[in-house]
Structures are given as C-alpha cells and as structure tokens.
C-alpha cells in the first residue's frame, strides 16, 4: 500500500513568477496566468485580427528604398493555405507613393 504526504498550504502549481507571458501576449478569450496576473488566471488582452486587414498608414521608407505599411497591433492568423494579409486602399496607396 502507499503512503500519501500531504502539504498544508500553496504547493505547486504555476506563479507569476514561473512564466513569461503578460496577458498582452495572449489572445482575448483564452485564460492563464502571466506575469502580469498576480497569480491569478486571467484572460489575454491580444486582439484576433483574422486573416487580413486594411493598412492603417502606407508610406514611402526612401532611406531605405521601399515602401511601408502599418497594421493594428494583434493576432493574424492564418487559414487555410491563405496567409495573413495587408491591403490598402487605392486612395491610402496613391497617396503613399505621391500620385495624388
């Protein structure tokens, strides 16, 4: 037969102090502890953005001879075979490459 040591207290378990994820880390809707929880189980503040997103600025990066753009901060994921995307808008884009 076994013999079972029981612990009075907090034993085991997962602390702030084990991980190395903040709750910005992790997406909305999902629930862990991070190093921002105090220990506790808290839900992720990380936006699901989807598959694809409109380009929130474009711009011409000549220093470095290529073009930029500028998403929301957040998750992309992908799905299927189509992977995250950015579009822009032809008034976004004509502006950023000066034809307007």
């Not at 470095?64 to 884009?93: H, T």
């Amino acid at each position: 037969m076994a013999d079972a040591i029981l612990m009075a207290g907090g034993t085991g378990g997962v602390s702030s102090d084990d991980v190395t994820a903040g709750k910005a880390q992790v997406l909305q809707g999902y629930k862990t502890v991070t190093t921002d929880s105090d220990d506790e189980i808290i839900e992720g503040t990380m936006v699901n953005r989807g598959n694809g997103m409109v380009t929130v600025e474009f711009g011409d990066a000549y220093w470095e001879s290529k073009y930029f753009a500028r998403m929301e901060q957040g998750y992309y994921a992908q799905v299927d075979q189509w992977k995250p995307y950015v579009s822009i808008p032809y008034a976004v884009l004509a502006n950023g490459i000066h034809l307007d």
